[in-house]
């Protein structure tokens, strides 16, 4: 497994942005399919992006396509996710999480290591 730590998250205004980052550390980073989820109370967890260990590709979930940017830095060990255009809505805890996969999984159950967590919170 790999270890993780979130960072970037605090407060933003509707229309404002910020930036993820989740740092990794263990074995080989560029292995691992990278994803954020992210979780408001009273719901379940959820997909938000991801970017796979092979070619990169991205994946979005409809709620944050167009707005978010996922990527990564394999060099640095590091996964980003810019969030821009930001909405009430995407207040939410926001986990990073891996799988040595090539694809991305957009179900919680299929990733083996997650982050503590990051708060994000939006005013309108």
């Known amino acids: 497994q790999v270890q993780l730590v979130e960072s970037g998250g605090g407060f933003g205004q509707a229309g404002g942005s910020l930036r993820l980052s989740c740092a990794a550390s263990g074995p080989t980073f560029s292995i691992y399919t990278m994803a954020w989820f992210r979780q408001a109370p009273g719901k379940e967890r959820e997909f938000v992006a991801g970017?796979?260990?092979?070619?990169?590709?991205?994946s979005y979930s409809d709620s944050v396509k167009g707005r978010f940017t996922i990527s990564r830095d394999n060099a640095k060990n590091t996964v980003y996710l810019q969030m821009n255009n930001l909405k009430p809505e995407d207040t939410a805890v926001y986990y990073c999480a891996a799988d040595s996969v090539v694809v991305v999984p957009t179900v919680p159950s299929e990733y083996n290591s997650w982050g503590q967590g990051t708060q994000v919170t939006v005013s309108s």
């Open positions: 970017i796979s260990s092979i070619g990169g590709r991205t």
